[in-house]
């Protein structure tokens, strides 16, 4: 069963309840993971800078890694490719994808190895020459492409992904909510860390392989919390599962789509906050009627029985206000329709 939850602006937004269980549990949660790349940032990374050990040439970095990467269909492969155009490429034997970590392939007779430092460490590759830089690069933020051959290192390749332009207020709406706000990332923590600052988040989960990701959940779950989980299902949907509350952000794959709770069509990070809102002010609905629909049969019926003699009411009118108790129930439902949620993080208001 899918419920497109009936106020204009959920459906406006694009936020889809898969069950009716998820608009329950989405008002209990205590804490939000959010991927990092393409929820929190826009997926779209672009290379700002290129620095290349002594004795080697910038292009070769760049035309080394973009050889590797043609065998890659990773976001970060795309980048180096795009600022790679008008480079001449060798020809690449041997790909190996190293998944979280980066890749590996032969070229012109060499071992190329390319990746994170999870690698370069596993590889033994010698990073003394440009460490500083790469701690600078990921101070900044960027995430550091290291490129190495022959065991040691010939270059940097630092790649921005900017924020989506509310994901801040969104943290900022979660935290006035009482909800934590976590990210989860495949990236190095100080690149996180720079990331989630800017954000106002203080909880990051990095340097986490694919398959870790819903074991870092259900550790949060051991500690006794609920937990919601945002992801696009690149390589996070087994974590929007495992999570309390999956939501499945931007309509991307079909995986996130099958494995999460919520899905909520549009790319904006701030529908979080607003499905939130949308369950809570759905709950206190059902509660008021539930109430509404308990007084009258608690009240009008022992009444007209003559339960509170002398006060009595004539059975018809116990039987009207049976009617009566349905059509009030079914007007409050209607009045959800007039909830009040913001439709976007500058227009002041703030979801119920
Ligand atoms: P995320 O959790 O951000 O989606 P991934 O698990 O896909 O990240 O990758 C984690 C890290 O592994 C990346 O930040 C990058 O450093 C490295 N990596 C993975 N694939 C590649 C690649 N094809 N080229 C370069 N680096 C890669
Ligand atoms: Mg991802």
Redesign the pocket.
């Known amino acids: 069963m899918a419920v497109m939850v009936g106020t204009g602006l959920g459906a406006q937004r694009g936020i889809l309840f898969k069950n009716a269980s998820a608009l329950e549990d989405a008002t209990r949660l205590d804490i939000v993971v959010f ?4 929820t929190l940032t826009m997926g779209q990374p672009d290379v700002v800078e290129v620095v290349a050990a002594a004795d080697v040439d910038e292009d070769e970095v760049l035309t080394l890694a973009a050889t590797v ?1 043609q065998g ?1 269909d ?1 976001p ?2 795309q980048a ?1 490719q795009r600022r790679a155009e008008g480079l001449t490429l060798e020809a690449l034997s041997g790909f190996v ?7 590996r392939a032969e070229v012109g007779g060499r071992t190329v190895l ?3 430092r999870r690698l370069m460490d596993e590889e033994r590759v010698d990073l003394a020459a440009l460490l500083e830089e790469a701690e600078r690069l990921q101070a900044a933020g960027q ?1 550091v ?1 290291h490129v190495a051959a022959g065991g040691t290192v010939l270059g940097l390749i630092a790649i921005a992904d900017a924020p989506r332009p509310t994901s801040a207020a969104m943290v900022q709406g979660m935290k006035a909510r009482g909800i934590e706000v976590a990210m989860l ?4 923590q100080a690149t996180a860390e720079r990331i989630a600052r800017g954000l106002g988040i203080d909880t990051v989960i990095a340097d ?3 398959g870790q990701k819903a074991e870092r959940i259900k550790a949060l779950q051991a500690q006794g919390k609920r937990v919601g989980m945002v992801g696009d299902g ?2 996070d949907a087994p974590a929007l599962v495992q999570a309390d509350v999956g939501l499945a952000i931007g309509a991307g794959t079909d995986v996130a789509m099958d494995s999460a709770d919520v899905v909520l069509m549009r790319s904006d990070p701030y529908d979080v906050l607003v499905a939130i809102g949308l369950s809570r002010a759905t709950l206190r609905k059902m509660h008021q009627n539930l109430f509404w629909a308990v007084a009258y049969n608690v009240v009008a019926f022992p009444a007209a029985a003559g339960v509170f003699y002398p006060l009595v009411i004539s059975p018809e009118v116990a039987a009207l206000s049976m009617s009566g108790s349905s059509a009030l129930v079914a007007i409050n439902a209607l009045l959800l329709k007039r909830t009040r949620l913001d439709a976007s993080p500058d227009d002041g208001a703030t979801p119920a």
Do not use: M
Not at 35 to 38: A, F, H, P, S, V
């Open positions: 991927d990092k790349t393409g990467e890659s990773h970060l492969a180096i994808n190293l998944e979280g970590r980066g890749a390319l990746g994170n995430t492409v990332t495949g990236d190095n986490v392989l694919p690149v390589n």
